[in-house]
């Protein structure tokens, strides 16, 4: 959900600057002193004060409407861009989510359909999440000479989660003005034989994503990823239309946003999180520590994929997936 094109910039919203550090993902885990408890905290207070400037921006009387990607806009719309293609070539590192996150995905979707069905879901085989961008909205022959560089150690890097596990608990909604995802946070024990005992997450989420930009970086390539903020998100669904919202008049005024209309959508949101929280963030919930529903071990079934290509939207190309694992 990161926004740098359409102006709406992704900001560290944890309290942490990470500019100083040669790998931006260190000044978070040397704020933390690397306690998973402390990791956690940072993610939940990003997540939740962004949910809570984006809200306040929804609700606003000068709210003027969504912001609607024109890429996706002329994607989703070939008859009146014929030819069109997406000019951002990509280079990343996704995980990929189980099964069963991806039930919960298209549970989530359905009920947002139900207030907006104008929206733009996911495919199911497209959700990611990324671990790591090496680079955006390059042209082709720049991405090639990129996966030149770093071509040898792609699969050893694809496979690093299959001995580093890191898990993801706590799932619910992150919203903006342009789209909407499923985030986590790093785990700190939940799940554990000692609920609340956080030293099976030694190796968080965080630490994760660390050791992928020291991995990419020892291959040679400059690593230039949009953001480095605490977040462990896959969008789910994208604003394509002001229709959902706009008020019932005519002419000119179609586009004009009706302020009930947008008060229902954040109540859904709201009773989504609601229910999020009571069924998959409680202690009888998470028991089972890597297969209940509200909780991903990065790795399980499919390993890390490299990826390049027009990607913004789950396309692109493999250029190799790394070996996953089943969780006992």
Not at 237 to 263: H, W, Y
Request: glycine fraction near 8%; include cysteine.
């Amino acid at each position: 959900m990161a926004r740098t094109d359409d102006g709406n910039v992704f900001k560290d919203l944890s309290g942490i600057q990470a500019s100083s550090f040669g790998n931006p993902y260190d000044g978070l885990l040397e704020a933390c002193a690397n306690d998973p408890k402390q990791i956690q905290l940072r993610y939940q207070t990003h997540r939740e004060t962004r949910n809570e400037q984006q809200k306040a921006k929804l609700l606003s009387a000068e709210f003027p409407g969504f912001m609607i990607d024109p890429i996706l806009e002329k994607l989703i719309n070939p008859a009146q861009n014929p030819g069109y293609v997406d000019p951002r070539n990509c280079l990343v590192f996704w995980a990929r989510p189980p099964k069963r996150i991806r039930a919960l995905v298209d549970s989530l979707q359905k009920r947002l359909l139900e207030v907006a069905p104008s929206l733009w879901l996911m495919p199911p085989d497209c959700l990611h999440m990324t671990a790591l961008e090496i680079t955006h909205s390059k042209k082709e022959a720049e991405i090639e000479q990129l996966v030149k560089v770093m071509e040898g150690k792609i699969p050893e890097i694809t496979d690093f989660t299959c001995h580093h596990h890191a898990r993801l608990v706590k799932p619910m909604l992150s919203y903006d003005a342009a789209a909407i995802a499923l985030s986590f946070v790093p785990a700190a024990g939940e799940g554990s034989p000692g609920e609340g005992s956080p030293h099976i997450d030694t190796f968080t989420y965080h630490h994760l994503r660390r050791d992928l930009y020291d991995l990419c970086s020892k291959t040679g390539v400059e690593i230039a990823s949009r953001y480095t903020v605490p977040s462990s998100h896959l969008t789910i669904a994208r604003f394509v239309t002001q229709k959902d919202i706009a008020k019932p008049s005519a002419g000119a005024l179609d586009n004009v946003p009706d302020p009930e209309k947008i008060c229902k959508l954040v109540e859904v949101l709201d009773d989504i999180n609601r229910d999020l929280r009571t069924e998959l963030w409680s202690e009888e919930s998470s028991k089972d520590c890597g297969t209940s529903d509200g909780i991903w071990t990065v790795g399980d079934e499919k390993g890390l994929e490299c990826r390049k290509g027009t990607l913004w939207y789950g396309g692109g190309q493999r250029l190799h997936l790394g070996r996953g694992y089943t969780l006992p």
